[in-house]
Every structure is written in C-alpha cells, then in structure tokens.
C-alpha cells in the first residue's frame, strides 16, 4: 500500500491519487494534499501538517497526544519534508 509523502494518508487504491498539471495520476501524494498539480496548501509547514491530521487520527480513536507523537515522529520521514 502506499502512503501520500505529505500527509502519511493510506491511499489503498488509485481514486486516493493526487493528480498532475497534465490530470496524470500522481503516485506519491494523495488528492488532499495535491489536487491539480501542486501542493493544495504550498506554504504548510511541517507543523501546520501535524495540527492538520491531529484530528483525523482522533477520529480513529487515537488520543491527542498519541496521534501528535506519531505524527511528529513519522511524517518527517516522508519525502515532503525531507
């Protein structure tokens, strides 16, 4: 399964898929994060992208706090913020 390398989404089949300039799919980031070609939001600090998916891993069941050490701890693994 692959992962968008912005946000850590699962994107488990293409329908998760940004999409190019060009309307290609884009393998590596998911339709959230990069709609049309370009990042939805260019300025977003990694920081900004914790407090962003916080609430969706809540929504999971995840605390707060847990949901913003695995945020914290992960996304800076992906290629975004690299």
Known sequence: MKICQS???PMNDE???GKNADGSKNEEYCLYCYPQG???KPD???EEMVETC???MMKEG???AEARKYLTDNLKNLKRWQ
């Open 15 to 17: 329908a998760m898929f």
């Open 7 to 9: 946000c850590g989404m």
């Open 38 to 40: 370009q990042f939805n």
């Open 44 to 46: 977003e600090t990694f």
């Open 62 to 64: 995840h605390t707060e």
């Open 54 to 56: 916080v609430p969706f």
